[in-house]
């Protein structure tokens, strides 16, 4: 077994603090759990697309929800403005590259 990096982050939102809203409190463990299997560029251009969802909460309080810094938040933001074009891309799966995606039409 290998040691496990990084730990489940717990939200620190007030929704969550206070269990205000039953239906965010899992969303936001959601969000960290994904988080906790993303490598680190990954973490903050996923929480990059959610800031910038329509009615997305403030970095601020992103920054609560994620564990991650503002300013990684808008540093991730600025790279996927920039398409990424700086960010290295990692050949992890040169072995199974161009796998056929399987198209089945059972439904209309
Ligand atoms: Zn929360």
Do not use: F
Not at 13 to 33: G, K, W
Not at 78 to 104: F, I, M, S, W, Y
């Amino acid at each position: 077994m290998s040691a496990s990096s990084r730990a489940l982050h717990e939200c620190e939102c007030s929704v969550c603090q206070q269990q205000t809203d039953p239906e965010i409190a899992p969303y936001h463990r959601q969000i960290n759990l994904l988080l906790s299997r993303l490598n680190e560029p990954q973490r903050r251009w996923y929480v990059a697309v959610l800031s910038q969802e329509p009615g997305a909460p403030s970095d601020v309080e992103l920054a609560r929800i994620t564990g991650l810094d503002e300013k990684t938040i808008w540093r991730g933001r600025q790279e996927l403005e920039a398409d990424l074009l700086n960010a290295p891309l990692h050949r992890q799966c040169a072995e199974g590259g161009g796998r056929p995606v399987a198209e089945k039409k059972t439904r209309p």
